[in-house]
Nanobody, 124 residues
């Protein structure tokens, strides 16, 4: 089955930057996947951070972000490396969370898959 492995988490000072990576294995179809980053802070529910489609789908928008992002994060992908990235800047203490990579599923044979997460701690 598809496996997703996140990396790049760690301790960051407020206002700092961090780039997360997610590598997919066990698939030759990464270039057709809609990928996403979610996060879950301690005591909070899991929320979507960003999503990115593949070339040609969705037609109207290649990416979307949670309301809290406010231009600070950018999602990107490198299909040749089966990798999706999340570039984060201007980090705040409230960004502290476990960040999860996800292959989105849309029903039927198109299943969703989750990574195990990587912890980002924003603290001085």
């Amino acid at each position: 089955q598809v496996q997703l492995g996140e990396s790049g988490g760690g301790l960051v000072q407020p206002g700092g930057s961090r780039r997360l990576s997610c590598v997919a294995s066990g698939t030759s179809e990464f270039n057709t996947y809609t990928m996403a980053w979610y996060r879950q802070a301690r005591g909070n529910r899991r929320e979507v951070v960003a999503r990115i489609g593949f070339r040609g789908y969705p037609a109207q928008s290649a990416s979307e972000y949670g309301d809290f992002v406010q231009g600070r994060f950018a999602i990107s992908r490198d299909d040749a490396k089966n990798t999706v990235y999340l570039q984060m800047s201007s980090l705040k203490s409230e960004d502290t969370a476990v960040y999860y990579c996800k292959k989105e599923g849309f029903g039927g044979d198109d299943m969703a898959y989750w990574g195990k997460g990587t912890l980002v701690t924003v603290s001085s």
